[in-house]
């Protein structure tokens, strides 16, 4: 497997670009080294414990996960610092939180409501060790969050109380940057949340609670945007395999690192071309019409980006080949797909071919593949 060239692989097959995975990491490393920041990737994108320990060599000081099976496996593989930027919830996941917290160096979880608190709390009290919380405030996302200010004071003074845990920041993801409509909008979007973010801090600690960590974070705003002076940390997933959909806001398609091997399996008509890969395989990740993030159909030719997969099924998906383009897509032919949404595009393969120089270099297990729990 090793050496073989690209498009000897079969079909469909999920690679990555090393070098442009490579160059993205070192890009938004470089980012946070010059604003002074700790970068801790959110690694939901390539779900796989080896690109996380590129991260950290690349300077990443831990992780960012969004689930417990992805922490549990990330553990595993020796990723000992990470963060579940998300609610736990439920008494099933409270013992696997528990012996996850025994297993790594360092671990902190989201809440945003006192149930979680308690239940934490409860779970974690007779442990040797503190478990880190993070509060997670909504800055404008609309996801989860508890609103900033007084709201998320009130919410930091439980976390305090609660025995068997540590209070160690506030966090948010402004996932509202995707929507903007202007590279504008999305600076705006993101100086707005992390100006609030960093009030609200501002808030916690003259009433004497320490924050430790003030956690931003999406691939838009840190692509786009500044990181205000105040903020500790930073969670980007997305930069590390770009999409079609981000490309749109950098203005190339030079940096998709994520592409997906597809075969032209039919040519029912004279400009029809229907490939092997479809829903299954390729995220739909269609953004409403007039966002920065909205890439038109679903999926784009890497060698050819203005053409983008106009139709897609569970198993198939076609382009007309453009009038007058002269272009010839015999079947049997390989085409490179770069997908609209990456992270959710590689959470339907086995694993990750990394490519150099037309070649497999590298093949990497998606070990959280699935791992939803
Ligand atoms: C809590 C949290 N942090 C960070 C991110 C990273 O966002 P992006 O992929 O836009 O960089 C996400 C993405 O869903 C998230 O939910």
């Known amino acids: ?30 980012k946070a080294n010059l604003a002074g920041v700790k970068m801790r990737p959110h690694t939901k994108t390539h779900r796989t414990p080896a690109i996380g320990k590129l991260q950290i060599a690349a300077g990443a000081k831990g992780i960012t996960v969004a689930k417990l099976g992805e922490a549990e496996v990330m553990a595993a593989e020796g990723l000992d610092d990470i963060f579940i930027a998300n609610e736990i919830v439920g008494s099933i996941k409270m013992e696997r939180l528990r012996k996850l917290a025994r297993s790594v160096r360092s671990l902190a979880v989201g809440v945003d409501h006192r149930d979680q608190v308690e ?86 600690r003259s009433a004497d609670i320490s924050v430790q960590e003030v956690s931003i974070g999406s691939t838009p705003s840190l692509l786009m945007g500044e990181i205000e002076q105040g903020v500790t940390e930073i969670r980007p997933g997305s930069y590390s395999f770009m999409d079609a959909n981000m490309a749109q806001v950098v203005g190339t398609y030079a940096r998709c690192a994520q592409t997906v091997l597809a075969t032209v399996i039919s040519r029912p008509t004279h400009e029809r071309v229907v490939l092997d890969t479809g829903t299954k395989n390729l995220n739909e990740g269609v953004h409403e019409k007039g966002t920065v993030t909205s890439s038109a159909g679903h999926g784009r030719l890497k060698e050819h980006p203005v053409i983008f997969l106009e139709k897609i099924y569970e198993e198939h998906s076609s382009f007309d080949i453009p009038k007058g383009s002269g272009l010839e897509f015999p079947i049997g032919m390989k085409l490179e797909i770069i997908a609209n949404h990456a992270c959710q595009t590689t959470n339907f393969f086995d694993v990750i071919h990394g490519i150099r120089n037309g070649r497999v270099e590298t093949v990497w297990p998606v070990l959280c593949r699935g791992k939803s729990q």
């Open 1 to 30: 497997m090793i050496g073989t060239p690209l498009f000897d692989l079969d079909t469909p097959a999920l690679l990555i670009d090393l070098d442009s995975l490579d160059l993205n990491l070192l890009l938004m490393q470089e």
């Open 119 to 204: 239940a934490l709390s409860s779970a974690m009290s007779g442990e040797p060790h503190l478990l880190d919380v993070m509060i997670d405030v909504d800055t404008g996302g609309a996801r989860t969050g508890v609103a900033p200010g007084e709201a998320t004071l009130d919410l930091a003074r439980s976390v305090s109380a609660a025995p068997g845990l540590r209070l160690r920041g506030i966090f948010t993801h402004d996932g509202n940057s995707y929507g903007a409509g202007t590279l504008e909008g999305v600076r705006e979007i993101s100086r707005n949340s992390q100006l609030q973010l960093l009030e609200t801090a501002r808030l916690m």
